[in-house]
């Protein structure tokens, strides 16, 4: 099955500084690959997302790049704000025998954005 | 509501007691997951619904984890003879998407924290 790896497990940056969380996944099928941020006590919510059919997407302050040849994927915040503090989590689908709606999520990073 | 919705939000259990774990999803999303989310890790998959048909239930720990989703849309997660190491947040998640059509965005509930003492 599919296996994704992230890091790194906490990052603490300035305001106003960017912040990059990397992910590798290990299925070569997989084909879809979403980030999710959790504030503390709160519900996981989608902020960006990526097919495997493009290299780069960005929304704003938010940016995924996807490398298919190595396998990984990565997160870019610019211009971080204290709002940007939560957990984020990669995911990777599970892309085998025509069924993709599997998730296998990282084990998340713990944003800190100091003021 | 607008959202997923899930009930109770705060379980405390004794070792050996059953519970069961209510899910409301958006209303005509086909697809429904429950993951478990260990304090700390990310979500793991559990089970997925399609409509009422449960298509996968390969992420359920043991036979002592059952669900349903009799009609299409409420379901319920049911541990039976819960044991310490079921202490979870458990969290479903609805997609308006099906499994043939592909993946779509997942809309999570705020999940329900269960503690077996």
């Known amino acids: 099955g599919e296996n994704v790896e992230q890091h790194p497990s906490t990052l603490s940056v300035q305001e106003g500084d960017s912040a990059v969380i990397k992910c590798t996944y290990s299925?070569?099928?997989?084909?879809?690959f979403p980030w999710y941020k959790q504030e503390l006590g709160k519900r996981p919510q989608l902020i960006i997302d990526i097919r495997s059919n493009v290299g780069e997407k960005k929304d704003q302050r938010i940016a995924v790049t996807l490398n298919k040849t190595a396998k990984h994927f990565s997160l870019h915040i610019t211009e971080t704000q204290p709002e940007d503090s939560a957990v984020y989590f990669c995911?990777?689908?599970?892309?085998?025998?025509?069924?993709?709606?599997?998730?296998?999520f990282g084990k998340g990073t713990l944003l800190t954005v100091n003021p | 509501g607008a959202g997923v919705s899930q009930s109770p939000r705060y379980k405390v259990a004794k070792r050996g007691q059953d519970v069961a774990l209510r899910c409301d999803p958006i209303s005509g999303h086909v697809s429904l997951f429950w993951y478990q989310q260990a304090l700390g890790q990310g979500p793991e998959f559990l089970t997925y619904f399609q409509n009422e048909a449960q298509l996968d239930k390969s992420g359920l720990p043991s036979d002592r984890f059952f669900a349903e989703r009799p009609e299409g849309s409420v379901s319920t997660l049911k541990i039976q003879r819960t044991q310490q190491e079921d202490s979870a947040v458990y969290l479903c998640?609805?997609?308006?998407?099906?499994?043939?059509?592909?993946?779509?965005?997942?809309?999570f509930g705020e999940g329900s924290r269960l503690t077996v003492l």
């Open positions: 998640a609805s997609s308006s998407k099906g499994v043939v059509v592909g993946t779509g965005e997942l809309f």
């Open positions: 299925d070569s099928a997989s084909n879809y």
């Open positions: 995911a990777a689908n599970s892309n085998s025998g025509g069924s993709n709606y599997k998730l296998t």
